[in-house]
């Protein structure tokens, strides 16, 4: 796994090295892909799993995993740009304009070097309109992600599964088309399910916190936030009120304590746990009709 992720990290640089002869373009993107590596490649690592599953063999995967990871280092760096709810991140310690033009460069690049990782004309077309079908599904998701449109556990669920779980979706089909294959319906509904608990387990990670990326603070909709205030809330109706901007920050800055028991009391982090639990057996249901033989336990590894 660890060689994987280096040479994934290596194609990065190579691609990276290659194609960006702007000297301040092509530093900030290396330096930006060394903060990356610093966390999970799991997309590329999904990308190559589906095309040895397709039948697929040789290093042209490791070329599609780094432009897929490519990918998300663009995308992760727009939605913190647009959050601005991070600071630590290399890509924030730069002039923003700086970062933003790096990050729309490298989804050009991208999807460049994903085309680019076979020399079937035929593979490369269906590579591209599945890329950018999904693309586009993901870019609508998120606008209804920015303007907060989530009002009901279907319109959360049908924003997940534009933006993160057609991701998903982008990085596995990768894998199989890649590998000659067509596009795989069972593959695009586990993908689905996947990135659905995927996001759901991150909205768990962000509900309790006390800091710029609470979902709570930022009165953000989530299926948790919206279960929160939707509970029978008592004496502690201040939480709907912050929620519903009829007060301020600072009347509640000094509730952490109390929020975590609400959120305890009325079950909201128990059904949260139990959308993510639901979602993720889905996605093994799902997995469990595809002959995954030796694949099945490194897949798991990955995506847990």
Not at 85 to 109: C, G, I, N, R
Not at 123 to 128: D, T
Not at 255 to 269: N, P, Q, Y
Request: glycine fraction near 4%; hydrophobic fraction near 45%; include cysteine.
């Amino acid at each position: 796994m660890d060689v994987n992720k280096q040479t994934i990290g290596a194609q990065m640089r190579s691609i990276v090295e290659q194609r960006f002869v702007s000297d301040k373009l092509r530093r900030h993107a290396l330096h930006f892909i060394e903060e990356k590596l610093e966390q999970s490649v799991r997309f590329g690592m999904l990308t190559l799993l589906h095309y040895e599953l397709s039948g697929g063999s040789g290093d042209e995967a490791y070329r599609a995993a780094a432009a897929v990871e490519l990918f998300i280092l663009a995308t992760d760096i727009i939605d913190d740009l647009q959050d601005q709810d991070v600071a630590d991140y290399v890509w924030m310690k730069v002039p923003q304009p700086e970062a933003l033009h790096t990050a729309v460069s490298l989804l050009t690049l991208s999807q460049q070097a994903l085309l680019s990782s076979t020399a079937h004309a035929d593979r490369a077309l269906m590579l591209a309109q599945m890329m950018n079908e999904q693309l586009l599904h993901a870019a609508n998701g998120q606008m209804s992600d920015i303007m907060n449109e989530a009002d009901s556990e279907e319109s959360y669920l049908s924003i997940v599964k534009q933006k993160s779980a057609a991701i998903m979706v982008f990085a596995c089909m990768a894998g199989v088309m890649l590998a000659g294959k067509p596009w795989n319906d069972t593959v695009a509904k586990y993908a689905t399910e996947m990135g659905i608990a995927a996001q759901i387990r991150n909205d768990l990670r962000d509900l309790t916190r006390w800091d710029e990326k609470s979902d709570f603070l930022k009165r953000k909709r989530t299926l948790l936030t919206l279960f929160l205030i939707e509970s029978d809330l008592g004496e502690d109706r201040w939480i709907a009120d912050y929620f519903e901007n009829r007060i301020a920050y600072e009347d509640i800055k000094e509730k952490h304590a109390s929020f975590e028991a609400v959120c305890e009391r009325t079950g909201t982090l128990l059904y949260g746990a139990v959308m993510a639990r639901l979602h993720a057996n889905n996605f093994e249901e799902l997995l469990n009709t595809m002959e995954l033989g030796v694949w099945r336990e490194r897949f798991l590894e990955i995506v847990n």
